[in-house]
């Protein structure tokens, strides 16, 4: 054959170059590959590092600026009443003024002689607290009956009445806490608006809503607390739409739970409502507001006696007579 019909072959040392140069060209590509990933595996995990960082700092900024908050205007995790304003009289009520207890002082003209001691009038008046769930039928059965001769106690000075916020019912109303938000509401009033607590704990009771439903909304106990008379609106509704207050509740509702109560010597929670006056609990029927007067005239009246000192007679010895 000529030399035009030989077939046209590389050498072997040109394939050994075509095959390195190709071998060189996916090394490079796969290099680039890896690098490719290497990079974007980087970002992907600075991206993680810096959401996490964003989290972490907000949540430490949102303990910083929200800590485990605690209600202002309690003594002993209670809401001493100082102002009840108008209470409906809803009730044909037992009560009015109780015999034995020493009324708010009024102005007096001055003795002429040298005053007997008496106890004060803080130190005659009954002794009052009641522990209340929102979401419990009974707490709302005595408040309604009780309303208005609670409310006349205070106003004469004759009882301090002191009401305690717990949250005993809060898994009975499908999941949105009522019990626990309510109270927590209840506590946001007493801190902000004090004067209007008495109205807005009448309106919780009264317009209760039944066990096992959802209850009101934070927006809707927030325009209730309005509605009874708050004078710090903005701050009331903030606390209460933020649910301030719940940590403080849960504490207050674990520590009367484990007792002794205030005023008493063993005491404890064991449902709501639960009422002591002087210290003794009250087991009588919750909606009738005679049983309950006279249960609390009872104690007065030996609180009274126990408590007032009886006066001394003073003997006046005469001048000897000089003799003469």
């Not at 077939?7 to 140069?21: C, G, I, N, S």
């Not at 303990?63 to 100082?82: W, Y």
């Not at 008493?264 to 049983?291: F, H, I, R, W």
Request: net charge negative.
């Amino acid at each position: 054959m000529s030399g035009d019909d030989t077939p046209k072959t590389p050498a072997p040392r040109d394939r050994r170059e075509a095959v390195r140069e190709k071998a060189q060209q996916v090394q490079a590509q796969q290099s680039k590959a890896l690098v490719i990933r290497r990079t974007s595996l980087v970002v992907v995990l600075v991206a993680i590092v810096a959401a996490v960082a964003v989290v972490v700092t907000w949540a430490v900024t949102s303990s910083a600026s929200n800590p485990d908050l605690s209600p202002a205007n309690m003594t002993h995790d209670g809401i001493r009443v100082e102002a009840v304003g108008k209470v409906n009289d809803k009730a044909d009520t037992g009560g009015g003024a109780l015999a034995g207890v020493t009324p708010a002082p009024t102005a007096t003209p001055a003795p002429t002689v040298s005053p007997t001691p008496t106890a004060t009038a803080e130190a005659d008046a009954v002794d009052i607290h009641v522990y209340v769930d929102y979401l419990s039928p009974g707490s709302k059965e005595f408040q309604i009956a009780n309303a208005k001769q609670l409310a006349d106690w205070v106003s004469q000075g004759a009882a301090t009445l002191t009401y305690h916020p717990v949250a005993l019912l809060t898994p009975k109303s499908n999941g949105t806490k009522y019990s626990l938000r309510s109270a927590a509401a209840a506590a946001c009033v007493a801190t902000y608006s004090p004067d209007a607590f008495f109205a807005y704990n009448q309106a919780l009771l009264e317009r209760q809503p039944q066990v096992a439903t959802d209850g009101f909304s934070d927006k809707a106990l927030a325009d209730m607390a309005i509605a009874s008379g708050a004078d710090d609106p903005k701050k009331v509704r903030s606390c209460i739409e933020g649910e301030d207050f719940a940590s403080w509740v849960q504490g207050a509702t674990e520590r009367a739970l484990e007792g002794p109560l205030p005023g008493s010597e063993n005491a404890t929670l064991t449902g709501a409502p639960l009422v002591l006056v002087n210290g003794q609990q009250y087991v009588g029927n919750l909606d009738d507001p005679k049983e309950f007067a006279q249960f609390v005239l009872t104690l007065s009246s030996a609180a009274y006696y126990t408590s007032t000192p009886s006066p001394t007679p003073t003997v006046v010895v005469p001048s000897p007579t000089p003799t003469r």
